[in-house]
């Protein structure tokens, strides 16, 4: 039977405070004002899905529209998502926890080939039918058994159904639509899944549709009429109106929908970046900022280069006002400038000096991307460099000049020896470098290129008393992505292997290099799937049965593989396989497979003699491509212009900032590049220096109640740090390499223990009144953390971490009964509970010796009885479970027990421990609630 998912969020599943749906910036509107309510479900773990920028951006724009309502659903841990099943609780949303059923529409971000797995694990933990076809008429349209009745044995069931769900035949299902990068470029391979694709940017898309939705709803349309609406919006595709071809290509089945679906194309709006600050440590932990969209380099193995054109500056002082309004408004200590090539804002430096010099006092780091390493400047070091001055991350991307001409990087060797170089020269001594290998027209010394690269650069960048500089490399296997000038081209796995082997030799005992090699087998599946048809969308529901999921996470990598192996093998298409795993063919040498290397037999219905023909000569480029009726705006002319000139190694100027590349993009439909010309540089006002001065010290007495109890420790203390920088009190810092503020908890809570009575200590650079601090401090925290009383304290006093001695719980202890001893159905009759007897037991003895391991791992005994100073049953409550009575089977109880600096703690699992020892029952601890902490 479903439950209540609050009572699936306890601290036995690993970060609960995921799910809590409460952070900064979350927006609650009310359920019964709303018309269309959305889900924005990101197929990733909340610390992935909660920090990406689009996801926040969407969010922030779709809660402003009137009458629309916009929840939030991310993929739940495994822990979670076997909790859901065990139950049969349908996945839910976190702001207001309910079904993802009770929604209107269900928006999930498609970035990535292999992606698509987790969507199906989400659509199915909520109880969703998986395609277009199962929610809609609820024909025949199955294209795979369910997951449930193909777990193995060992696995939980899953839910078919969540609780009083609608027919298959209903209208009533939610719809689902994808958008992002991977759902953009190639939706063939996921069509089955999805009632419409959004193309491109969302920004004004989705406030579109959902206008369409509402007029949908007031004149009580069909699934069929509404999704016919829906694609009459540039930008939305829906698959079930369109058929694939023998020849692969995809033609529409009614004249009243567009033969090809055009791309949005919207300006970022930074003021929509501010937003949610969540609770625990997510990926990217920063605020960020885009500063532009799109790209104009022409890199001719980049996708997104490809799908965001033209390329568009944000305006330098929307950028400050931004960042400076963001900083104050969620306490970050940290935020992040956004592009694909940061550093083509040709503002960058002077944008980036004017707050650093604006928030100059605070300790606030700034953090980019991947940047240019040709761009990179003195001016760009002022502005990242500081007190957490960390690595700097440049993408070479090939070896030699030779292959660097080839892609259209524009770097040259000159270029990237002067970036490392002044990276050196102003401190820094840790860089990463991005490489590929398996690019068209790559020879074994371009390969062998990267490591000579790197020889030449230690070389370079030495100097007298300092340390060796240290590169940590990513070397990536080429994958070809549709759009782009290299989507014709591929590359075997045994190639890969080859040239991998061959980098590995040379690195081999060369010093101050980490070398990460990307796995060859992802690879190709992603090459696989990601320029497939539809012919897919049964292997990728196929390998998410077997247990693909999480693919891009290292520890999924030997199940995803095994999985989507699989699944192709028994989807006939291994043949397909087989001609990306061995090279389809060379662009550049116009090598083939030879159909005798196919070890497979060709799909039902192709002869011996037709699958020749396929793989015995080049495929022509102008054969028709799945995703041809996708227009992005890039003339398919011009890519294979653009391949030829690759094959020349004729490179491309950057049309941002020189002549125009005539690749089709700027126009009516998508507008023209828009570069902001640079304000003047500001002087540099020199690095943050940490004020250590401590005039004051403030001791906090707070709560910590309700859904907060599920926040950890370390993230409390970020919690507080976030409420000082947003009210603006003068907090010491502490000295060192990573300066932090004078924040000291007397105690850590256990996670899910509720408290009255927890004490933090604050150190200030100025005398403030106690009772502003206090109303400022309460502003900016949440409402489950009071403030009971606040102190001033001499500074030089001890801490309360030194002076605390004991703690006083409360706790509610209950019996452990099985169901049958419940129900009145066991083979003995249960003893009944001696609550008071076993309290006076403990009181009476002198040890209860219990093995205890410390931090360093050393086993010792310990009594616990020397611990514990006070215990006691609490009053029966009138009309409550929490009883003294002899023969309840829940009791409350107090204690008071150690709780010193040194270690000697008391915690509530050890009275449940002495309990066991005096009774013969087994006893489990139901709630903790920590009343005081009490000092010397």
Known sequence: MPVAVEKLLTPEIKQPARYLGNELGAVHKPWDTATVRWVLTYPEVYEVGASNLGHIILYNILNTVPRQLCDRAYLPAADLAAKLRATQTPLFAVESKRSLTDFDILGFS??????????????????????WKERGDGGEGGDGGVKSSLSSPSSPPSPSSPSSPPSPSSPSWPLIFAGGQTATSNPEPYANFFDFIALGDGEELLPEIGLVLELGKANNLSREELLLDLAQIPGVYVPQFYEMATDGSVYPTRPDVPERILRRVATPIPAYSIGLVPYVETVHDRLTIEIRRGCTRGCRFCQPGMLTRPARDVEPEQVADAIEQGMRATGYNEFSLLSLSCSDYLALPALGLEIKNRLKDENITLSLPSQRVDRFDEN???????????????????????????????????ELLRGVKTAFEQGWDKIKLYFMIGLPGETDV?????????????????????????????????????HTPFQWHSVSTAEFERKQALLKAEFRGMKGVKVNFTDVRISAMEDFIGRGDRRLAPVVRRAWELGAGMDAWWESLDRAFGAWTQAIAESGLSWKYRLVDNGEWNVMEGEVTPPSQCIDPPEAGVTKASFEDKVS???????????????????????????????????????????????GVCGTDFGHNIVVVPPSIPPFAGHFVPNQERKQRLRVWFGKLGDLALVSHLDLVRLFDRALRRSSLPISFTGGFRPSPRISPANAL???????????????????????????????????????????????????????????????????????DLEGKGKFPQPQPRWADWVEEIKAATAFWREQTSKSGKVQSVN???????????????????????????????????????????RPEHIIYMLEQVSPQEIQLLSTHRNQLILS
């Open 380 to 414: 760009i070091a002022n502005i990242l460099g500081g007190t957490r001055q960390g690595s700097l991350t440049f993408a070479p991307e090939a070896g030699t000049q030779r292959m660097r001409d080839i892609i259209n990087k524009g770097l040259t060797n000159e």
């Open 617 to 663: 000569s080049p495929p022509a480029l102008d054969r028709p491509l799945p995703w041809d009726h996708i227009d992005t705006g890039i003339d398919k002319v011009w890519l294979k212009t653009d391949l030829q000139r690759a094959l020349e190694a004729a490179t491309v100027p950057d049309c941002s900032f020189e002549g125009c590349s005539h690749c």
């Open 864 to 906: 616990l009885r020397d611990r514990l100073q006070e215990l006691e049953l609490v009053p029966a409550l009138s009309n409550s479970p929490n009883s003294c009575e002899t023969n309840s089977e829940i009791t409350l109880l107090r204690c008071i027990g150690s709780c010193r600096n040194d270690g000697t703690i008391m």
């Open 750 to 820: 256990p996670l899910g223990a509720t408290s009255s009575g927890e004490i933090v200590d604050f150190e200030l650079t100025q005398l403030v009144d106690v009772a502003f601090f206090r109303e400022k401090l309460a502003a900016n925290l949440p409402e489950n953390i009071p403030i009971y009383k606040i102190e001033e304290v001499d500074v030089k006093a001890p801490s309360a971490t030194q002076l605390l001695t004991q703690a006083e719980y409360l706790i509610t202890v209950g019996l452990v009964r099985s169901p049958e």
């Open 446 to 482: 371009d390969v062998i290129g990267i490591a000579e690269t790197i020889r030449w650069l230690h070389q370079e960048c030495r100097a007298s008393g300092r340390r060796r500089l240290n590169f940590t490399l990513t070397i990536s296997n080429f994958t070809p992505k549709p």
């Open 110 to 131: 498609l970035s990535y080939e292999l992606g698509a797995t987790n969507i199906l694990e989400m659509l199915d933990l909520a109880g969703i039918p998986l395609t």
